[in-house]
């Protein structure tokens, strides 16, 4: 199964609304036969980062258009650091409190960031207070979504410094993540 990235632009910017646009990425997506994998509300609910499951691109764009909201993708990503399955078990568990956005340099290769990954992804332990949960890489190597579980912002910059890797974008995430 693929895995598609859907970012929505929530009108409104209030929890609301994001539960609404959520909501409405469920009810499509299973009626397409689709399965919401996981969606993190940034911390202002003016965006969410929705994953689905699904070989169908065409089921990915109807659930996203379901929201009535202005969107990207969906795009297709790999997931690493993580298995689908923990993914799902991990839906009812303490959930991502900030997400990184990468946008990768032009020469970075799929081949040439894994191997990064796997050669960093140890100097977490110098950061024990911060937990590296998961990557989403998006296929076509414009960026990766990277999620967190860290008491603050500052300690989620310590912990980009210690892999040297740059952060684009950061967000605290709303915390009651699906």
Same mark, same amino acid.
């Given at each position: 199964?693929? =895995?598609? /990235? ?11 609304? #994001?539960?609404?646009? =959520? ?15 996981? #969606? ?6 003016? !965006?969410?980062?929705?994953? /689905? ?5 065409? #089921? ?8 009535? $909201? ?7 990503? +790999? ?11 991990? !839906? ?9 956005e ?13 191997? +990064? ?5 140890? /100097? ?9 949960? +998961?990557t989403?890489v ?8 990277? $999620? ?9 910059? +310590? ?9 684009? !974008? $950061? ?8």
């Amino acid at each position: 199964m693929a =895995l598609h /990235l859907i970012e929505v632009t929530i009108d409104g910017a209030h929890r609301e609304a #994001a539960d609404a646009a =959520l909501d409405a990425v469920a009810d499509a997506a299973t009626a397409t036969g689709t399965e919401l994998l996981e #969606a993190n509300v940034t911390g202002d609910h003016a !965006r969410a980062f929705v994953v /689905l499951v699904s070989d169908d691109r065409d #089921a990915a764009v109807a659930a996203a258009r379901a929201t009535g $909201l202005r969107f990207t993708g969906p795009d297709e990503v +790999r997931l690493v650091g993580a298995t689908i399955d923990a993914v799902r078990a991990s !839906r009812d568990a303490a959930s991502a409190r900030y997400l990184v956005e990468w946008d990768f340099p032009a020469d970075l290769t799929m081949d040439g960031y894994l191997a +990064r990954k796997q050669e960093k992804t140890p /100097l977490y332990e110098q950061v024990p207070e911060v937990s590296f949960l +998961r990557t989403y890489v998006r296929e076509d190597m414009q960026k990766c979504l990277c $999620l967190y579980d860290a008491p603050g912002e500052q300690e989620v910059r +310590r912990a980009r410094e210690v892999v040297s890797t740059p952060i684009t !974008r $950061l967000h605290a995430l709303d915390g009651d993540a699906r």
